[in-house]
T-cell receptor
Framework: QKEVEQNSGPLSVPEGAIASLNCTYSDRGSQSFFWYRQYSGKSPELIMFIYSNGDKEDGRFTAQLNKASQYVSLLIRDSQPSDSATYLCAVNPVSNDYKLSFGAGTTVTVRA | NAGVTQTPKFQVLKTGQSMTLQCAQDMNHNSMYWYRQDPGMGLRLIYYSASEGTTDKGEVPNGYNVSRLNKREFSLRLESAAPSQTSVYFC??????????????FGPGTRLTVL
């Protein structure tokens, strides 16, 4: 079982809609969860992190964490063409001595 | 403040050749990392250095060696390149090695092709 799993997509949403990205993880002892955005041909850049159950909002982005279900999600509200990218979920599992484990990423395309 | 820099940006090698990828950070971070990214595989950790003077293997260390030259610089060496090492290589740094909400910052990447 992979430590971090994401739907690979592609996820296609119309401009202005909500994009919902999901991520599950296997190590119940994981403490912190990160969402990175990666444009084609570029390096990953941090969007936000979350470490407590519930929601965390930052502008148009909302991260949701449910440790009991070992599930973290990212919502992008009012999606813009500039949000078209691959979104990487990263987790710091106890089993990996708290080094980050990355999912394979979900590719999002926002249709104008 | 350049963040994390990597050289070269692109490289083509023949099987068996060697090369060193350079990485430097100017954020006074303690920890540095080397990842490779292949299609559909996400980022996989090759080696990391929790602090100056220490290095440890990651998930896919075979065929690679690293040197933490000083607090700023962390290099990755391929002694005898193989086609399986064709990938995009990212260097990253963070204030601390793991735990809490320690954030990793990535360099622009090196696109390596081994023929």
């Amino acid at each position: 079982q992979k430590e971090v799993e994401q739907n690979s997509g592609p996820l296609s949403v119309p401009e202005g809609a909500i994009a919902s990205l999901n991520c599950t993880y296997s190590d119940r002892g994981s403490q912190s969860f990160f969402w990175y955005r990666q444009y084609s041909g570029k390096s990953p850049e941090l969007i936000m992190f979350i470490y407590s159950n519930g929601d965390k909002e930052d502008g148009r982005f909302t991260a949701q964490l449910n440790k009991a279900s070992q599930y973290v999600s990212l919502l992008i509200r009012d999606s813009q063409p500039s949000d078209s990218a691959t979104y990487l979920c990263a987790v710091n599992p106890v089993s990996n001595d708290y080094k980050l484990s990355f999912g394979a990423g979900t590719t999002v395309t926002v249709r104008a | 403040n350049a963040g994390v820099t990597q050289t070269p940006k692109f490289q083509v090698l023949k099987t068996g050749q060697s090369m060193t990828l350079q990485c430097a950070q100017d954020m006074n971070h303690n920890s540095m990392y080397w990842y490779r990214q292949d299609p559909g595989m996400g980022l996989r950790l090759i080696y990391y250095s929790a602090s100056e003077g220490t290095t440890d293997k990651g998930e896919v260390p075979n065929g690679y060696n690293v040197s933490r030259l000083n607090k700023r610089e962390f290099s990755l060496r391929l002694e005898s390149a193989a086609p399986s090492q064709t990938s995009v290589y990212f260097c990253a740094s963070s204030r601390l090695a793991g735990g809490g909400t320690d954030t990793q910052y990535f360099g622009p990447g090196t696109r390596l092709t081994v023929l």
